[in-house]
């Protein structure tokens, strides 16, 4: 399994002295075990259904909150919102979630 960095950011909307959101997604999924009829991380489209490791899991979540703020941003509402929305992905909570935890953590989250 290849192992990859966790990623945080923060967009600041206003003056940033208003609610703080995190948003918090994990991509990672465990190993996949005996007894596939596919390739596990194939994401093979059978029938009109994807079969594959981590198809129905946090995925679309790190897509759905990036594209949330880019859309807040781009509609120029930022004068109207205070606060910040902060993103939080981890790549190893199926894992080594102490370590998903701890980059969190140091950043205040």
């Not at 759905?64 to 909570?93: P, R, S």
Request: proline letters at 3%; zero cysteines; charged letters at 20%.
């Amino acid at each position: 399994m290849i192992s990859l960095a966790n990623v945080l950011g923060s967009s600041v909307f206003g003056d940033g002295e208003g609610t703080n959101i995190v948003l918090n997604a994990h991509g990672d999924v465990v190993p996949p075990g005996l007894g596939w009829s596919v390739e596990p991380y194939g994401g093979e489209i059978i029938d009109g259904k994807m079969y594959g490791r981590g198809v129905a899991v946090s995925k679309s979540d790190i897509a759905a909150y990036t594209y949330a703020v880019l859309a807040l941003k781009q509609v120029k509402i930022n004068q109207q919102l205070h606060g910040k929305v902060d993103l939080a992905f981890t790549f190893d909570e199926e894992t080594r979630r102490a370590r998903a935890e701890m980059a969190a953590g140091s950043r205040g989250y």
